[in-house]
């Protein structure tokens, strides 16, 4: 029975060789040979400075996300006065359709008075304003 790791030796090759210069020393990460090993160990001084890096990095970090964090909250204060204002936009253009609403339905009302005391049916009125209306659209077509 074959391994199945057999047919892959060649490929292994490859890859030592990708990472080999001409002389033979390797081009690749310094690593060691065990993950048991222990790290190279640093200098108070480089300890140090890296950990100093590290907390510059992260203030830098903490007030790109806290101006990031306040341009939302302005966001949505914004939107939040903008829904308020057509909220109120709205109920305004109600109470006017409402107003409108009863002002056409007293006229017509009105008129309805109107033609029935003089006689005529309102279907006349309507015929006269209808030849009205095609008369004032033929002059301003022509």
Avoid at 7 to 34: E, K, M, V, Y
Wanted: aromatic share 12%; proline share 2%.
């Amino acid at each position: 029975m074959t391994s199945r790791y057999s047919s892959n030796i060649h490929q292994r090759d490859l890859r030592t060789q990708l990472f080999s210069s001409a002389n033979g020393i390797t081009r690749g990460p310094i690593r060691s040979q065990s993950p048991y090993d222990k790290p190279v160990q640093q200098t108070s001084k480089e300890n140090e400075s890296f950990l100093s890096s590290l907390e510059s990095q992260n203030n830098e970090e903490l007030d790109s996300m806290a101006q990031k964090v306040s341009m939302i909250k302005d966001l949505g204060i914004k939107m939040g006065v903008e829904i308020n204002k057509s909220v109120k936009l709205n109920d305004n253009l109600n109470e006017t359709f409402e107003k409108g609403k009863v002002t056409l339905k007293n006229t017509y009302n009105k008129m309805v008075v109107m033609s029935e005391r003089a006689g005529i049916s309102c279907k006349y009125w309507f015929i006269v304003f209808f030849i009205v209306f095609l008369w004032f659209f033929y002059v301003w077509i022509t």
